[in-house]
């Protein structure tokens, strides 16, 4: 006698799965925006060369200092969100300070995802003292006002780019892991998983073949969720001195310069900040979507 | 003695010891404390003698137990600026940060809590709409730049308020709505989605059912059970108080323990740091021990845990 078994279809409808989520993705309004926010952020850092009317470090201390928006210089070049203090064309500055926040944003959430899932995959799967030793950096972690460890250990280090995406980068791992923790404790008694284990399969393979898969959303989740806040401390990092330092444009550094003119040259300080809101409203919008799309129960 | 919280307070400790392991080892990240410690200008016998006073040459080991036992005694050293212990530096801007911070999660409870409520209860209404809209916002404003467009408004426009230092009432508004809106928005959003999922529940619909009406459906039986997450925000939000108070009390030049800091790591005064580091870490971990006792109150299921 013979039982047939049903194998599942090897050309699954991935594809298809994926269209479908992405029609429902694009269905709620809010998440659409916030992606095309994101992308025309995304474009502008990468084509800021083409799309910047002026050069953003050229100085120019003669008359062009501190000008209102809309100025037009002597050339009959209009400078359409005014210049700064060393007489810098504002917009250009704002287009070319995405690349600094987006750079540490993308870098700094690749680090930090890519302990955390470790972190969380081990402390989830093998359980015992592993996950009691991680779960206890995971707090020690937490313990931190997170700024001011990080303004201490930059301080030390002094800053650079590479040191901003370090520090964020290693120090954010901790909400990665609690998710990716969660999910592998449901997944790793689910059949499935057992059948798996079953049939011989060895823990690497079971991690990598059959729980990774099914923690990438909630990942995913938390990856896009992330990159907001890692993008608002990057311009924090910057607005206190110890960000990319100039004459690179960052939105913080340009934040804090508005700041000593505030009672004189009020676009100053307005626009990089509303360059930040954008971009992190852009992200939060589509992370929010992302999570509803993908698993509304999730607790992000 | 209960165990759950006997456990709590071990588990604490072991993160205590380990934030003060992290607070030593900044000073050791370029390999060479005297380096960090010393201005770039000191010369090479300078930076021998003063790895020998210091004790920069023991072992890694020896050297962070002479910081444990300091640390234990409120000893992080002298400040290399002011020439005073560092702990009592830090100490005596504690009540300035405490301040700020508390003025923001009250701020913060005091909207957040109503605004999610009736968020929930009246879901969908233009009142729903308006809340998830600004918590929107507010958990997507930077601090800082919240806080210079407050000042831009408030201080240089109208000279309602004053921009900077601390004393009065109207000194504190602006730092504390700056560092408090980003808590509000957060607990907005989980007061709303908290009641919405108590609300749904079965005994929520049998206590209807039973003819209990709405606000009495709401109060006793949705928040009490809602309240267990908003319980645990609010330690976690403390530290983000805690932190944020960095950013803001550099805006405002309050004189709390994070304007100190940041001053200190201007001037490489390395004691102050670790000592701000260290009790505001510590703070924030007794906060949360506290909360895990208030919650055992909240919901009886975890002392069984």
């Not at chain 2, 444990?68 to 002298?78: E, I, M």
């Amino acid at each position: 006698m013979t039982t047939a078994v049903v194998l599942p279809d090897a050309a699954r409808p991935e594809r298809r799965e994926w269209l479908v989520f992405l029609r429902r993705l694009i269905a709620r309004r809010t998440a659409l925006f916030g992606l095309i926010v994101v992308a025309v952020v995304v474009l502008t850092a990468v084509a800021a060369p083409l799309l910047s009317p002026f050069d953003p470090i050229e100085q120019d201390l003669g008359d062009l200092r501190l000008k209102a928006p809309g100025f037009r210089a002597g050339d009959g070049r209009i400078h359409p969100l005014g210049t700064d203090h060393l007489g810098r064309d504002l917009l250009a500055r704002v287009i070319y300070g995405a690349r600094p926040a987006l750079l540490v944003g993308f870098a700094a959430v690749a680090i930090s995802g890519l302990i955390g899932m470790a972190a969380g995959l081990i402390s989830g799967y093998f359980g015992g003292r592993m996950d009691d030793v991680l779960m206890r950096l995971a707090d020690i972690q937490l313990a931190f006002p997170f700024i001011l460890l990080a303004i201490a250990v930059i301080g030390v280090l002094g800053p650079s780019l590479q040191t901003i995406i370090i520090v964020i980068g290693v120090s954010s791992w901790v909400v990665y892991a609690r998710i990716v923790r969660g999910a592998v404790l449901t997944l790793r008694e689910r059949e499935f998983v057992q059948a798996a284990l079953a049939l011989g399969g060895g823990d690497g393979r079971v991690l990598l073949r059959h729980i990774l898969p099914n923690v990438f959303t909630p990942w995913l989740v938390v990856a896009t969720l992330d990159m907001a806040r890692v993008i608002v401390i990057e311009s924090a990092l910057s607005f206190l001195g110890l960000g990319v330092q100039p004459p690179t444009p960052t939105w913080g550094g340009m934040l804090a310069d508005g700041r000593v003119y505030i009672s004189t040259a009020w676009w100053l300080a307005t626009f990089p900040g509303l360059a930040i809101l954008i971009t992190v409203l852009g992200i939060n919008l589509f992370g929010d979507g992302l999570r509803d799309t993908l698993d509304p129960r999730l607790k992000v | 003695m209960n165990t759950f919280l006997l456990r709590r307070l071990l588990q604490s400790l072991v993160v205590l010891f380990g934030v003060s392991f992290v607070v030593f080892a900044i000073l050791f990240l370029t390999g060479d404390p005297a380096l960090v410690l010393l201005p770039p200008d000191a010369s090479a016998e300078d930076v021998r003698r003063f790895r020998e006073v210091m004790g920069f040459n023991d072992p890694f080991l020896v050297q962070y137990g002479r910081f444990l036992k300091g640390a234990l005694q409120g000893d992080f050293g002298q400040s290399v600026r002011h020439g005073e212990p560092a702990f009592g530096l830090v100490v005596e801007r504690l009540p300035a940060t405490f301040e700020l911070a508390g003025a923001a999660l009250m701020l913060a409870l005091c909207l957040a809590i109503p605004a999610g409520i009736v968020s929930a209860v009246r879901r969908n209404s233009p009142v729903d709409y308006v809340a998830t809209v600004v918590a929107l916002f507010g958990q997507s404003l930077p601090t800082f730049w919240l806080g210079i467009m407050l000042i831009l408004v408030f201080s240089v426009q109208f000279h309602w308020l004053p921009s900077s230092g601390r004393g009065t009432l109207q000194h504190l508004i602006l730092p504390a709505v700056t560092l408090g809106l980003f808590t509000t928005a957060r607990i907005t959003r989980l007061t709303r989605s908290g009641m919405l999922e108590v609300l749904n529940q079965d005994y929520i619909r049998t206590a209807r059912a039973k003819g209990v009406n709405d606000p009495p459906v709401v109060w006793k039986h949705a928040l009490k059970n809602a309240a267990i997450p908003i319980v645990t925000i609010v330690g976690i939000e403390l530290g983000t108080l805690l932190g944020g108070s960095v950013i803001t009390e550099t805006i405002f030049a309050w004189p709390g323990v994070g304007r100190l800091s940041v001053q200190a790591i201007a001037n490489r005064d390395y004691p102050v740091v670790q000592a701000a580091v260290f009790l505001l870490a510590t703070t924030f971990v007794v906060v949360n021990l506290l909360v895990d006792v208030v919650y055992t109150y909240l919901d009886p299921r975890i002392r069984l845990r």
